[in-house]
């Protein structure tokens, strides 16, 4: 039997093939489960959306910072904002290709109208 020592284990739990079924369960017919992902850090993957889609009718997904990261240390040169916003807009067009969307570095994700 395999002790926990209290460090942070490198291997992905069961993937939310035990979590998805639980918080469709609990969810309120109109509620709603609101989170975020680290997609760059692997904590979130894509096919963990995909399997989401088995327990949940209304799944939104927002993806960021693909490439607009790149402004974050000028932002407070003279323009900065202004560069930030123009790779955000960029990063919203690139987004509409679904291939890029695997290297957003941050997801936010709406889960409602669970399945029962």
């Known amino acids: 039997m395999k002790k926990n020592d209290g460090r942070k284990n490198k291997k992905r739990g069961d993937g939310g093939k035990n979590a998805f079924p639980e918080l469709a369960r609990v969810l309120k017919p109109d509620g709603c489960l609101l989170g975020t992902g680290w997609v760059a850090e692997h904590i979130f993957k894509m096919k963990d959306l995909?399997?989401?889609?088995?327990?949940?009718?209304?799944?939104?997904?927002?993806?960021?910072?693909?490439?607009?990261?790149?402004?974050?240390?000028?932002?407070?040169?003279?323009?900065?904002?202004?560069?930030?916003?123009?790779?955000?807009?960029?990063?919203?067009?690139?987004?509409l290709i679904p291939l890029l969307r695997k290297y957003a570095f941050k997801i936010v994700f709406v889960f409602s109208n669970p399945k029962k």
């Open 50 to 95: 995909e399997m989401a889609e088995k327990y949940f009718n209304k799944i939104e997904v927002y993806y960021f910072h693909l490439i607009s990261w790149l402004a974050f240390p000028f932002l407070k040169m003279h323009g900065g904002k202004f560069f930030l916003k123009m790779m955000e807009t960029t990063d919203n067009i690139l987004f």
